[in-house]
């Protein structure tokens, strides 16, 4: 009989919503054992392999979304939503990956994916539902991390031969941050960039939000924008009290000709029992809006992990 220890399992369940204009929920319950895990967010099921050692790590995964890929579903225009142009999206198919970690920090490898892609007509929809079809992503990736900074970039193109648009969408995109301090202030400063040729709707970048899933936009709707080129900028000082960390920002963004800024107060509470919980309220004012208020947003999320981590 083996003596090793048996690989760390961990649980984690979350719910979550960003209120506003077209308000969204997130509920996730993820269960991990050592490389393996399999999760469920909202609509989407991911289940993967993803084994780490000292110079670098891998992953194969399989990945199916249903009904609300992209959120296509609520495309907004003009400050307002556009169900002209909604569609039900769904996807199934593969993704894989491998990261080398080389010396000072630095990294770099690759990733791609596979997905099956089928949309649908909503109530309101006037455009054409474009056919079932497959698109294909290769990728390189390439990033920094020190202490004080964390910067990584990937480019590739979408393969999309059934595109209304263009059959070969290249991309490059890019993040950088100052990591969080261990002191109880300092500055959050994040940067995220990306140009694009060609990209269709189901291609390009989702802008605004206050959520993890989008280039952030404090008091825009999610997803509310999508764009092919685009820099952003979130700044502002953070302050930690105990287990709470508040965080004053500003954000900046300029996308495909336009711009927009937003303000946001970020507020996250984490404990050693694994529970952890965040409200981030933004306002932008400058969006347009029929409502005077209508610029004010707000994502909430209460989330328990059971398990070593």
């Known amino acids: 009989m083996s003596d090793a220890a048996p690989p760390a ?11 506003n204009a077209e308000s969204h929920g997130a509920v996730d319950v993820a ?7 399999v999760a469920l967010f909202t609509e989407t099921l991911d289940a993967r392999y993803a084994p780490s050692w000292d110079r670098g790590r891998a992953w194969v995964a399989a990945r199916a979304e249903g009904g609300a890929a992209g959120l296509m579903i609520t495309p907004w225009e003009g400050g307002e939503p556009a169900p002209e142009r909604a569609l039900t999206a769904s996807y199934v198919g593969p993704e894989a990956g491998a990261i080398a970690y080389g010396p000072a920090g630095l990294y770099g490898g690759v990733a791609a994916s596979a997905r099956l892609w089928g949309f649908g007509a909503m109530e309101g929809t006037t455009i054409e539902v474009p056919p079932l079809q497959i698109r294909a992503v290769p990728e390189l990736v390439v990033g920094l991390w020190r202490p004080w900074l964390d910067v990584s970039a990937r480019g590739g193109v979408t393969y999309a031969p059934a595109s209304d648009v263009a059959a070969v969408q290249p991309h490059v995109a890019g993040s950088a941050s100052l990591p969080r301090s261990d002191g109880p202030i300092w500055p959050r400063v994040e940067v995220r960039a990306g140009v694009a040729s060609g990209q ?3 291609s390009k970048t989702r802008l605004g939000g206050l959520n993890p899933y989008v280039v952030p936009l404090a008091g825009a709707t999610w997803a509310e924008f999508w764009v092919e080129d685009y820099a952003a900028l979130r700044a502002g000082p953070s302050v930690r009290v105990g287990p709470v960390t508040s965080a004053a920002v500003v954000d900046a963004a300029w996308f495909d000709g336009a711009s927009a800024a937003g303000f946001g107060l970020l507020t996250d509470v984490s404990l050693p029992s694994g529970f952890a919980a965040s409200l981030h309220v933004g306002y932008a004012p400058w969006l347009p809006r029929r409502e005077p208020l209508g610029g004010l947003a707000a994502w909430f999320v209460v989330q328990q992990t059971f398990g070593p981590g």
């Open 31 to 37: 269960w991990r054992r050592g490389p393996w895990s």
């Open 200 to 202: 269709d709707d189901v």
């Open 9 to 19: 399992q961990e649980l984690r369940l979350m719910l979550g919503a960003e209120i």
